[in-house]
């Protein structure tokens, strides 16, 4: 416990000092760590940071860091609904770039997750990785009965140093938590409780394994795409073994044109397959999770990111779409509002103002000319302004939907998407609102409907008879009024304390004249009094500064440009 301690010391000075170096000293004086650590550093700011902005000086941060914090901005960058867009850019191209564990290191791992050798395991096993992360490289393999593989290994010792980093990551998020001003919305604690979830599901592969069995069920008989198969006897926590798919990445592949049309119409319909039948779609589809083969045929790699939406989500999703489609301002703030959580009572009307400039600015016709990048972006970045918390599952499909339609553009920026999409978008609308399916939302308004039409009376009565006995209580919440209260509190406080100082020293004044119980020549009664004047003094200048300090705006930070 007490060298874990010193370790996780170490690591905090370290992380202030690599901080420091980047341009955020002011960030790590304020929240205290320098004299948590021993004493602050002088630790000069790299010329480049100077010239660099603030998002770009983040990233710069991260990937020094390490791993941990790598993965950190990595899964950052699908929270478009947390940060502003200029950081979330930068995070996109976040790459893990670290060294290959060694060959011996690998088979000392895959031997531990299955009590075997790998030559008993494997025909072969090359021990060159094909890529390597921070989490985990992938070799490539072949099975005693000649089938070809990969195999995805954890990296030796990964998962102690995570944990210790997590444990940094926890202790650093409580002391920001009272520094940044949008903390209003999503507090520092709350970000590394999510981060510290999601990457403790990534080291178990059991889970990723999962997921490609899922999606593989879900698209057997869908043609045009193909899903690896999990070898679930050489998987384990720490090894994730799939098929091998020969074929090159689609940012390398080789198309004519209707090959291109082909793909793009491929990717495009099973998207809202996965969306709206599988409930679970691919959260990051870039260019090098998809392999192209020969048909042609579209294969989904890495399932490490997936997203899952629930019925309802389904239902809102379309409601959205189509507001957004139709230009109707009004139903995007109506919705957002709805599905959110606001902080506080949101003004509806200045909101649906800035949606409909939205829409105007990011809607032409055609899909070459639409910048949904920005418009998702600047959706959500109005949210957090309004101080409406959107669902992390929201803003990881906005993500999603962005690579994919940068994907689209790149493939076939003269797609026909409306064409493609309205007989799929009129089929949910008849599917939802058939009165024959009870599963119908229009079934489960009507059932609605008729229980508030059969309560109504009953709940008007009650409150009728509870204003006749007198018994009628309303209950009203003012932000200003709690606001109020605090300061009276605070200012009864401050007030009792300079009476009580007072009344000490006037009885100081009184001890020493007096001069009773004397201590080495000292009367004792005029220290005390000293002392409790002091402490008084010193509590309420304490709480008065502490009261008077400002929060700092990641977004105007960020969006700064040093020059």
Known sequence: MLREAFQDLNRLRQIAAIAARHGFADWIERSGVWARVGGKQDVAVDEAARKASGAKRFRLMLAELGPTFVKLGQVLSTRADLLPAAIIEELCTLQDQVPPAPYEHVRAQIQAAFGRDLTELFDEFDPEPLAAASIAQVHRAKTKDGQEVVVKVQRPGIAEQIRGDLSVLHYLARLLEAVIEELAVYSPTGIIEQFDRAVHEELDFLSEAANVRAFHKNHVDRPGLKIPKVYDDLTGRTVLTLEFIRAPKLSHANLD???????????????????????????????????????????????????????????????????????????????????????????????????????????????????????????????????????????????????????????????PIGELVL?????????????????????????????????????????????????????????????????????????????????????????????????????????????????????????????????????????????
């Open 257 to 415: 044109e209707r090959s291109r049309h082909a793909l793009a119409k491929t990717m495009l319909e099973d998207a809202f397959k996965q969306l709206f039948e599988d409930g679970l779609f691919h959260a990051d589809p870039h260019p090098g999770n998809l392999l192209v083969l020969d048909g042609p045929v579209l294969a989904l790699i890495d399932f490490g990111l997936v997203g899952r939406v629930t019925r309802q989500m389904q239902d809102t999703l379309v409601s959205l779409v189509l507001a957004v489609a139709l230009k109707d301002s009004e139903s995007v703030a109506r919705i957002l509002y709805r599905v959110g959580a606001p902080d506080s009572r949101t003004n509806l009307l200045a909101f649906k103002k800035d949606i409909d400039e939205l829409l105007g600015a990011y809607l032409p016709s055609s899909l070459g000319q639409i910048d949904s990048r920005r418009l998702v972006g600047e959706l959500l970045d109005l949210a957090v302004r309004y101080r409406i918390r959107v669902p992390k599952e929201y803003a990881i499909l906005g993500r999603a939907s962005v690579t994919l339609e940068g994907v689209l553009r790149s493939l076939a920026p003269d797609l």
């Open 423 to 563: 007989p799929y978008a009129k089929k949910l609308l008849a599917d939802r609102y058939d009165p024959a399916q009870l599963q119908g939302e229009g079934m489960k308004a009507l059932l609605r409907l008729q229980t508030a039409a059969t309560e109504l009376p009953l709940q008007l009565q009650q409150i009728l008879l509870d204003l006749e006995a007198g018994k009628f209580t309303v209950t009203v919440k003012a932000e200003q009024m709690e606001s109020l209260n605090d300061n009276l509190r605070a200012l009864a406080v401050v007030t009792f304390a300079g009476l009580c100082a007072c009344g000490f020293i006037i009885g100081t004044f009184i001890a020493f004249a007096q001069s009773p119980w004397l201590v080495f020549g000292v009367p004792l009664l005029g220290l005390l009094g000293v002392a409790a004047t002091v402490f008084l003094f010193s509590t309420a200048v304490v709480r008065q500064a502490w009261s008077g300090l400002r929060k700092v705006s990641l977004t105007r930070f960020f969006g700064r440009r040093r020059s």
